[in-house]
């Protein structure tokens, strides 16, 4: 079956959708008219299917599209998370590959291999494996720079995203896009599920607030669970802030929105060291936001992001009041637990009195609305300890954070998130390149 459907040429680039295994094509109409992308109709309510065989994006250039490639000198923004289905590593069936000339990697947090710390930045380097130079994309830049991309025809994004607009895969492949369309280079991306599913939840960032935090935590306006791959979130972003990238995104074949990571069948790779299940990805798009202020979430345990605590907690009465709300999909439990190592870390060596979170129910547990529930409660209770920080950006408006320091009800605050986001799902529906029930 080949990969890609039939485009339109416009001036502002080529979008270009992939064989997903659906019914016959149709057309979208053009974001912005600029655009035009042929699509494979969604069938209404897809059969139940006992497990998913999807292949990512990487595997579908290999197979299908390799025109996009050959004959030109790549650059291949990526990390250890960018495997086929089997394991094979994309830099080296890239650099091995006959028909690609692959010259560039770029690396971006973590590191090209994953093993750097959280935060830490990274110097450009030689891959002991390939020969090839490393740039960082996580260092003295966060963006190609002109030198950078001075004798690369055609730049490839392949990493494995966890959904959450903090996590800064995304806004690596989107400062590169820019940098992309200044220098007229197209950019590819290599697609991969989206591990916590297509839904959306939480705060949706103005776009005022980008500012109000590093760029590389939230780029542009996405909710705090933004429900979209990067292969989306690419189309959205060239779409509606006009990039004018010459981007083609090739799907992960077969996979479905509401399909979870580990009915794929792909290969689950910790995308960085503290994300180490699809529980703490899942959880991540929640908890994320309490680490602007002064309690841990585990970072420095067996369990990062299944935890609340700090050593100033009264966790008896947290546990209280957060039980008082009923929150679906999760159970609740005293623990505690102190820090250790070497990477950042609140409360190093500190024993922290603490709640746990134990999922019980992934599809109808809510992270963000969770996560807000202890946000409210420890301001509450500990408001001269609890310090709320730099949560401009992270809640995304200057109303949301005021709401939670009057002690305003979580699932008011909620409430209106949801209402932001019914709007913005309209926006990203022609964004979309995968069906779901």
């Keep these: 079956m080949p990969i890609s459907v039939p485009v339109r040429i416009a001036a502002a680039g080529v979008i270009a959708g992939a064989a997903l295994a659906l019914p016959r094509a149709r057309h979208v109409p053009a974001p912005s008219g600029e655009l035009t992308i042929i699509a494979p109709a969604h069938a209404a309510a897809p059969a139940p299917r006992p497990a998913s065989d999807v292949l990512p994006g990487l595997e579908v250039l290999l197979r299908d599209s390799l025109h996009l490639v050959r004959g030109k000198r790549v650059g291949l923004i990526t990390n250890h998370t960018a495997v086929t289905h089997d394991g094979r590593s994309a830099i080296d069936l890239l650099h091995q590959h006959p028909d690609v000339r692959l010259v560039a990697l770029f690396g971006p947090e973590h590191g090209i291999r994953g093993t750097v710390d959280g935060g830490a930045h990274i110097s450009t380097q030689r891959d002991a494996r390939t020969g090839l130079t490393v740039y960082s994309l996580y260092g003295a830049t966060q963006r190609p720079t002109p030198a950078m991309l001075r004798g690369i025809d055609v730049l490839l994004f392949d990493m494995q995203d966890i959904g959450a607009r903090p996590y800064t895969y995304v806004w690596t492949m989107t400062m590169a896009m820019e940098e992309a369309a200044r220098a007229g280079i197209p950019f590819i991306v290599l697609d991969r599920p989206n591990p916590v599913t297509a839904k959306v939840e939480g705060p949706l960032m103005q776009f005022e607030m980008r500012n109000r935090g590093p760029l590389i935590t939230g780029h542009y306006p996405v909710p705090l669970r933004h429900g979209l791959t990067a ?40 995308p960085s060291p503290n994300i180490r299940s699809l529980d703490a990805a899942l959880s991540f798009s929640g908890l994320v936001m309490l680490e602007t202020t002064n309690l841990s979430i585990g970072r420095g345990t067996d369990a990062p992001f299944s935890y609340v605590g700090a050593p100033y907690l009264d966790n008896v009465e947290l546990l209280r009041r957060v039980r008082r709300y009923g929150l679906p999909g999760v159970e609740f439990e005293l623990a505690e637990f102190t820090p250790r190592g070497t990477d950042w870390m609140q409360f190093r060596n500190q024993r922290c009195r ?84």
Excluded: C
């Design 231 to 270: 292969g989306e979130l690419a189309r959205y972003v060239n779409g509606e802030y006009r990039l004018g990238t010459r981007l083609t995104v090739i799907p992960a074949q077969g996979w479905r929105g509401d399909e979870w990571f580990d009915e794929t069948h792909l290969p689950w790779i910790n």
């Design 354 to 437: 603490a709640v746990r979170l134990r999922i019980t129910d992934r599809d109808a547990y809510q992270p963000v609305l969770t996560a807000l529930v202890f946000l409210s409660e420890i301001q509450k209770m500990h408001p001269r300890n609890l310090g709320m920080g730099p949560m401009l950006q992270m809640l995304g408006s200057a109303w949301a954070p005021a709401a939670v320091r009057r002690g305003d009800d979580p699932r008011e605050i909620y409430r209106r998130w949801e209402t932001e986001n019914a709007a913005w799902k309209q926006t990203i529906a022609k964004y979309r390149l995968y069906p779901a029930e």
